[in-house]
């Protein structure tokens, strides 16, 4: 079964920046989509930026302009790489890989924006 585990979260100020990592235990090639989501508490979870294998990106509204994602194949690995970040930003980021209508989910990495 397809493990994944994200790296990078932590505490950064408003206007600051991190480098989300997910490493993925199988050859994403093997994946329809992978990307990330986020939900902060009390809210429900949120697409944050994806990739398929078309290299077709979306991304949350929220975002586009200041978060990209990045996909390694050599290295099964999905970044998200974040700028301006914002306190709105705060939440636990979750990395996922679809497969047809199938996500598997990381255990999720806490990413806060505060000064």
């Known amino acids: 079964q397809v493990q994944l585990v994200e790296s990078g979260g932590g505490l950064v100020q408003p206007g600051g920046s991190l480098r989300l990592s997910c490493t993925v235990s199988?050859?994403?090639?093997?994946?329809?989509?992978a990307g990330w989501y986020r939900q902060a508490p009390g809210e429900q979870r949120e697409l944050v930026a994806s990739i398929n294998v078309g290299d077709v990106t979306d991304y949350g509204d929220s975002v586009k302009g200041r978060f990209t994602i990045l996909r390694d194949f050599a290295a099964n690995t999905v970044a998200l790489q974040m700028l301006a970040l914002k306190p709105e930003d705060t939440a636990t980021y979750y990395c996922f890989v679809r497969i047809l209508g199938r996500f598997t989910w990381g255990p999720g990495t806490q990413v806060t924006v505060a000064s």
């Open positions: 199988q050859n994403i090639f093997d994946f329809n989509a």
